[in-house]
C-alpha cells in the first residue's frame, strides 16, 4: 500500500485526497484575519470540515462561515450547497456576496414548483346585537353600536353566573 492509496484519517470512506478541499497550507488549527469590522479569529480545523462537508452537529460562528463560502464560491461550488455546508440561508449569501451567491445560470437554480393558489373563503357578514358583532367592532376598532353593547351585556352576564360564555345567548334580547 503506497502513501496515496493509505486511508486519511477523519475521512468517511470513499472520499480521499484528490476530492478534499484543503483550507489551509499552514500546519496551524486557528489564524487570526484583518477585515474591515477588524480581527477575527478563525478556526480553520471547522473551516475544512465544515467546507468538505462533515458539519454535523455544530455551527460554525459568522465569520467561518462567511470564509468558508468564499472558500468554496472561488472553487465553483454551487450555491445551494455552499449555503447547506456552512449553515447559512441563500439570502446570506446573496448579503456577503451579491455578485457571486446568485446562479449565472438558471440550470444551477432549484426549480420551485408553483403552487396553485387556494380559493380565497366566503366571509360571511356578521350581524349586530351577537357577540361576533362586537368582536367585529373592536377589530376595526370603531365604536359598537347599541345592539351589539346589549348583546355583550348578555354574554358577561352569563358569564358571572356560569363561569363560562359556553351557552350565552348569541343574539341580545
Request: hydrophobic share 35%.
Amino acid at each position: 500500500m503506497t502513501l496515496s492509496d493509505a486511508p486519511v484519517t477523519g475521512v468517511p470512506a470513499g472520499r480521499q485526497r484528490d476530492r478534499w478541499l484543503p483550507v489551509s497550507p499552514l500546519a496551524v488549527p486557528t489564524v487570526w484575519m484583518a477585515t474591515p469590522e477588524g480581527l477575527v479569529c478563525l478556526d480553520l480545523i471547522a473551516v475544512e470540515l465544515a467546507a468538505n462537508g462533515l458539519r454535523k452537529g455544530w455551527t460554525l460562528t459568522s465569520d467561518e462561515a462567511r470564509y468558508t463560502a468564499s472558500l468554496l464560491l472561488e472553487r465553483g461550488v454551487p450555491y445551494s450547497v455552499v449555503a447547506q455546508r456552512v449553515g447559512a440561508s441563500g439570502a446570506t449569501l446573496r448579503e456577503w456576496f451579491p455578485g457571486q451567491a446568485c446562479p449565472v445560470d438558471e440550470r444551477l437554480a432549484r426549480p420551485r414548483p408553483s403552487k396553485p393558489k387556494p380559493e380565497p373563503k366566503p366571509v360571511l357578514p356578521v350581524r349586530c346585537g351577537t357577540m361576533r358583532g362586537y368582536r367585529q367592532h373592536q377589530r376595526r376598532r370603531e365604536p359598537a353600536c347599541g345592539l351589539c353593547k346589549a348583546a355583550r351585556r348578555a354574554a358577561d352576564r352569563h358569564f358571572r353566573r356560569h363561569g363560562t360564555y359556553v351557552g350565552a345567548p348569541e343574539v341580545a334580547a
